[in-house]
T-cell receptor
Framework: KQEVTQIPAALSVPEGENLVLNCSFT??????LQWFRQDPGKGLTSLLL?????REQTSGRLNASLDKSSGRSTLYIAASQPGDSATYLC????????????FGAGTRLFVKA | EAQVTQNPRYLITVTGKKLTVTCSQN?????MSWYRQDPGLGLRQIYY???????DKGDVPEGYKVSRKEKRNFPLILESPSPNQTSLYFC???????????FGNGTRLTVT
């Protein structure tokens, strides 16, 4: 059964620091992997989507990588800002048909001004 | 504005009283799904739909029903709610199988 793990559960960094959030999954048979941001009391906002055939995706200060064989993805945030404070979640779509989506529990990020 | 709309945002009810949480999207998306979010457990998928009249179970379907009679709507039905269904519920939609998920703002349900 596919399991998705995000470590650390929480992270506090000073403003301006570059940081990496980790996501690991147990079964490499995935169709894609998606990173989301969740602000308190709000829904999830899609940040980056990586198809299984891709190695990375970039959007502004964000870069997500995917290594299917090792079951890992990272979200790199450059020059962090207080506005980046949120919970970041990754989710995989197993390559088993259907429309299942398996989420990690998230990393809560706090960027100190 | 392209969006996924859930109603209500907050709901307090009693055990056994049937309720429906509505979800509507205005983006002509094929795929829709429901999730619940609980502290320490993350988001877990309840049901999903790949098209009108096509629905299937996610990881935690027990105690829930769904229907997809129109493309834009995907209501979540709790026929006999119990306290263990107290949770934050999210609806999401996607244009295609490999497209990003778009989420609603959530429905916080409390069952006493």
């Amino acid at each position: 059964k596919q399991e998705v793990t995000q470590i650390p559960a929480a992270l506090s960094v000073p403003e301006g620091e570059n940081l990496v959030l980790n996501c690991s999954f147990t079964d490499s048979a995935i169709y894609n992997l998606q990173w989301f941001r969740q602000d308190p009391g709000k829904g999830l906002t899609s940040l980056l989507l990586i198809q299984s055939s891709q190695r990375e995706q970039t959007s502004g200060r964000l870069n997500a990588s995917l290594d299917k064989s090792s079951g890992r993805s990272t979200l790199y945030i450059a020059a962090s800002q207080p506005g980046d404070s949120a919970t970041y979640l990754c989710a995989v779509r197993p390559n088993t048909g259907g429309f299942k989506t398996i989420f990690g529990a998230g990393t809560r990020l706090f960027v100190k001004a | 504005e392209a969006q996924v709309t859930q109603n209500p945002r907050y709901l307090i009810t009693v055990t056994g009283k049937k309720l429906t949480v509505t979800c509507s999207q205005n983006m002509n998306h094929e795929y829709m799904s429901w999730y619940r979010q609980d502290p320490g457990l993350g988001l877990r998928q309840i049901y999903y739909s790949m098209n009108v009249e096509v629905t299937d179970k996610g990881d935690v379907p027990e105690g829930y029903k769904v229907s997809r009679k129109e493309k834009r709507n995907f209501p979540l039905i709790l026929e006999s709610p119990s306290p263990n269904q107290t949770s934050l519920y999210f609806c999401a939609s996607s244009l295609r199988y490999n497209s990003p998920l778009h989420f609603g703002n959530g429905t916080r349900l409390t069952v006493t």
